[in-house]
């Protein structure tokens, strides 16, 4: 069974930084890329960032230079360093987990993340 946990998800003020984990249970995480995706009320899930198996990355446009994702192989966690915190930051995020080669994906039950004063 597959299973995706994230937790780190807060109140912030604007400004402050959040780190958010996924730990994964059930896959080979070196074959995955792990991604994390953002929901806000009323929006469509979009793309944060994402980490393939060899540390390759890609970044929204929207939080180039303020977030960062990594992984560590040996947790089978990746994570999300957010700062620079904006109240439209504000959004459940999701983790994202993609086999290689493979359209096989899972997904996170989701944490919230709130940016306010």
């Known amino acids: 069974q597959v299973i995706l946990v994230e937790s780190g998800g807060d109140l912030v003020q604007p400004g402050g930084s959040l780190r958010l984990s996924c730990v994964a249970s059930?896959?080979?995480?070196?074959?995955?890329?792990m991604g994390w995706y953002r929901q806000a009320p009323g929006t469509r899930r979009e793309l944060v960032a994402r980490?393939?198996?060899?540390?390759?990355?890609v970044y929204a446009d929207f939080v180039k230079g303020r977030f960062t994702i990594s992984r560590d192989t040996a947790t089978s966690t990746a994570y999300l360093q957010m700062n620079s915190l904006k109240p439209e930051d504000t959004a459940v995020y999701y983790c994202n987990a993609v086999r290689a080669l493979s359209s096989i994906n899972y997904w996170g039950q989701g944490t919230q993340v709130t940016v306010s004063s």
């Open positions: 059930g896959i080979s995480f070196n074959i995955y890329s």
């Open positions: 980490i393939t198996g060899g540390g390759d990355t």
